[in-house]
């Protein structure tokens, strides 16, 4: 593993660190939580999608 890829996870820690910790403050029905987690779900893997279409362009 180098630099950039360490660099990237710890990233990618942070990002669903901070996505999982504001759906627990919330403190909604587990059906709501589960419905807000698979739309942040949606929106990292939207937008892979897009910078990953974009590096392959680039």
């Known amino acids: 593993m ?3 890829t360490t660099v990237q996870l710890l990233w990618f820690a942070g990002a669903f660190t901070l996505v999982l910790s504001s ?3 919330r403190r909604l029905p587990m ?5 807000m987690a698979l739309a942040w ?3 990292f893997a939207l937008m892979f999608l897009v910078i990953r ?3 392959l362009v680039a």
Do not use: H, P, V
């Open 53 to 55: 279409t974009w590096q």
């Open 23 to 25: 759906l627990l403050a």
């Open 31 to 35: 059906s709501d939580w589960l419905k």
């Open 2 to 4: 180098n630099g950039d």
């Open 41 to 43: 779900i949606a929106i």
